[in-house]
């Protein structure tokens, strides 16, 4: 049991390039999550889903998109990279139901990810 | 204003002494008040969860939350090296789409 499962763990990304951050759960969450940490500035959520094919924007979602086809994977893409997104970014998955919300994340170890 | 404020640290205490983290938020709406640890180069972990106002006890651990005054907190008794780590409280008002706010975590240091 892997639990949520990132990859790069590290990158380092030229102005205007793209690409793809992995996530994949292996807890049968129904519910998962984008955010992205910078010093000081505690997790913002950037996207989130409530189950496969559902998705929707978090507080900072701008210069990014995400997908959700199956339930175990929720990838996040980066377009046009910006210096303002170097950051460590967190995928982060749990299970709610209408009886059940523990308010429990499960996060991912990271991908840290530079722009220059 | 933001929606949840905690103090950053760094925070440095002497093994066995009592540490006590604390945030504050303004919206009354919020009724599921947890605390986060997070490790160096690792992802958070859920360690404490509480809902609604009242105190919450696990081991060496205890989360108060006082709804009235807005005002949770995390206290470790006889803290150890291995309490080492960013304590990141957060909080949600529930609902279908268990969105939780964080606050930016307090940096804590245990000197053996």
């Known amino acids: 049991n892997a639990g949520v499962t990132q990859t790069p763990k590290f990158r380092i990304l030229k102005i205007g390039q793209s690409m793809t951050l992995q996530c994949t759960q292996d807890m049968n969450h129904n519910y998962m999550y984008w955010y992205r940490q910078d010093p000081g500035m505690g997790l913002k959520l950037i996207y989130y889903s409530v189950g496969a094919g559902i998705t929707d924007k978090g507080e900072v979602p701008n210069g990014y998109n995400v997908s959700r086809s199956t339930t175990e994977d929720f990838p996040l893409r980066l377009e046009l990279a910006a210096p303002s997104q170097t950051s460590v970014y967190f995928c982060?998955?749990?299970?709610?139901?209408?009886?059940?919300?523990?308010?429990?994340?499960?996060f991912g170890e990271g991908s840290r990810l530079t722009v220059l | 204003q933001k929606e949840v404020e905690q103090d950053p640290g760094p925070l440095s205490v002497p093994e066995g002494a009592i540490v006590s983290l604390n945030c504050t938020y303004s919206n009354s709406a919020f009724q599921y008040f947890m605390w986060y640890r997070q490790y160096s180069r690792k992802g958070p972990e859920l360690l404490m969860y509480t809902y609604s106002s009242g105190n919450k006890e696990d081991g060496r651990f205890t989360a108060q939350v006082d709804k009235s005054s807005k005002y949770i907190s995390l206290f470790i008794r006889d803290s150890q090296p291995s309490d080492s780590a960013t304590y990141l409280c957060a909080m949600s008002g529930g609902g279908a789409t268990n969105k939780l706010i964080f606050g930016t975590g307090t940096l804590l240091a245990v000197q053996p």
């Open positions: 982060a998955s749990s299970y709610s139901s209408r009886t059940l919300n523990t308010g429990e994340l499960f």
